[in-house]
């Protein structure tokens, strides 16, 4: 197998020993990325790298398990629902949090539709739903039409949201003159159609991905963009500002900065909190009022937690953006902190 170190001889018990993802690119990010002058850091996006192999980490670092309330549907916040409708993505990103499931057949995927939607139905603090994966735009038009045929006459849903890194990854799939009808589906059924990309980077951000988000928005598709900060890839202020501003120009609101998880064989993405503030900083810095519309959150286990700040008197100081309590959301909270922590769980209390 080729790794980023060079060509090694691996056996399928130790790919699986080690859970390596499958190695896929699409042509297309193969060649954006290669033309795009940033080759060295993209490629650790979809590259294998040994370091997969000596990650410390664990496979559910956000608890998805503990909230799966059933197969393929996750209740973990009060408002929303989320759909895990396939564990195939365009291309498979080195440092996804979902490795124990993309690329595999797995038994967390969403089936019995009408189970989730009477679910759904019976729980009216759910306001949204959040179709993910794996990538549903790997899913053909007909079959995500027929996901919303079960969601779409729950009145108490005010927004459909699709969470995707095809836009990056093979950005014609948006193309297809369905997807216009589908989302138009959703706003005749009175909710908001949303699509959440997923770039990374500034030079992921094509033309065609630009034709693509222009003509859904025209439609009436509102677009936000969540980014994962990672070492060697986009650990750079500049760039992120970069990438953030032209967002922005698109008419995606830059959303979610997410702090590197402790993924087994991907935290070698991680950066430390100290380094990832000073970036935030760094990017808050570069932007203008409106297109400043991010949060630097860590996805932990215990809820969505926006990372403000590193004291002169050495703690870190946090609050949370989501919680199943909703008593906890907004309150700020600090820890100690250690020098190299990346996580919540890194620092002393
Ligand atoms: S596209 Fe999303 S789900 Fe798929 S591998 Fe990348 S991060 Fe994971």
């Known amino acids: 197998m080729n790794f980023i170190e060079g060509p090694r001889a691996v056996t399928p018990g130790e790919l699986r020993a080690a859970s390596i993802t499958r190695h896929h690119v699409t042509e297309f990010y193969r060649e954006q990325i290669t033309n795009s002058g940033y080759l060295n850091q993209l490629k650790y996006i979809v590259e294998p790298s040994l370091e997969e192999f000596k ?77 993910s994966g794996g990538d549903p735009f790997v899913l053909s038009t007909s079959r995500l039409d027929k996901i919303l045929d079960y969601l779409l006459p729950i009145p108490h ?24 009808s589908l989302f138009q589906r959703i706003h005749e059924a009175g909710k908001a159609a949303v699509v959440v990309t997923h770039f990374d980077h500034i030079g992921e951000i094509s033309v065609d991905a630009e034709c693509s988000v222009r003509a859904l928005r025209a439609v009436g598709v509102q677009f936000l963009n969540q980014s994962v900060l990672l070492a060697k890839v986009n650990d750079d202020a500049e760039i992120l500002a970069a990438t953030f501003a032209k967002c922005h120009q698109m ?41 400043k519309t991010f949060k630097y959150i860590m996805s932990h286990y215990t809820g969505k937690i ?19 309590a909703p008593e906890k959301i907004g309150r700020i909270f600090s820890r100690w902190y250690l020098e190299g922590a990346c996580w919540l769980d890194d620092l002393p209390q």
């Open 55 to 131: 990650s410390p980490g664990n496979l559910d670092t956000s608890g998805e398990h503990d909230n799966t309330v059933l197969p393929g549907l996750q209740h973990k916040y009060a408002r929303t629902a989320m759909l895990l409708v396939t564990d195939r993505c365009a291309s498979y990103c080195r440092y996804c949090f979902r490795k124990r499931l993309v690329s595999k057949d797995s038994d967390e995927v969403a089936t019995d539709f009408a189970r989730i939607a009477q679910y759904i139905e019976d729980h009216a603090e759910i306001t949204n739903v959040l179709i």
């Open 157 to 180: 849903l005010t927004s459909i949201r699709f969470g995707t890194k095809i836009v990056a990854y093979e950005p014609k799939r948006l193309e297809d003159p369905a997807l216009v």
């Open 251 to 291: 008419g995606i609101r830059p959303y979610y900065l997410f702090q590197g998880r402790p993924v087994k064989g991907a935290s070698h993405f991680q950066v430390s909190l100290r380094r990832g503030l000073e970036i935030a900083r760094g990017i808050n810095q570069r932007l203008s009022g409106i297109q």
């Open 306 to 324: 926006e990372i403000l700040d590193l004291g002169a008197d050495g703690r870190v100081y946090m609050r949370y953006h989501q919680n199943k």
